[in-house]
Nanobody
Framework: QVRMVESGGGGVQAGGSLRLSCAAS????????MGWFRQTPGKERDIVAS????????YYADSVKGRFTISRDNAKNTVYLQMNSLKPEDTAVYYC????????????????WGQGTQVTVSS
């Protein structure tokens, strides 16, 4: 099994920045891709960004391109999400996830999930 633990959420004013971290432990060798998702009440959990563990290939949702950056530190088994120029519509619970697939851009592609961390952006 793989355990994912997020940290770094909180409240910020519009235009501000936050950095989320997610540490993975357990059967790390199974992980090919790590990603961040977000979800608001009554809506689907949507992908924000993903990154492959063995390359620099990344994927971003159109809504965050140019504002968010995903990165990883394989030595620490940690993935980060740097969020800049935050908007009120970025308010959501953010989840990190890990996939055993090399290409993973949908929720169904992911095998392991963190517990989620709340991000609230006030106007």
């Amino acid at each position: 099994q793989v355990r994912m633990v997020e940290s770094g959420g909180g409240g910020v004013q519009a235009g501000g920045s936050l950095r989320l971290s997610c540490a993975a432990s357990g059967f790390i060798f199974r992980i090919k891709t790590m990603g961040w998702f977000r979800q608001t009440p009554g809506k689907e959990r949507d992908i924000v960004a993903s990154i492959q563990r063995s390359s620099d290939n990344t994927y971003y949702a159109d809504s965050v391109k140019g504002r968010f950056t995903i990165s990883r530190d394989n030595a620490k088994n940690t993935v980060y999400l740097q969020m800049n120029s935050l908007k009120p519509e970025d308010t959501a619970v953010y989840y990190c996830a890990a996939s055993e697939a090399s290409i993973a851009t949908m929720k169904i592609d992911y095998d392991y999930w963190g517990q989620g961390t709340q991000v609230t952006v006030s106007s």
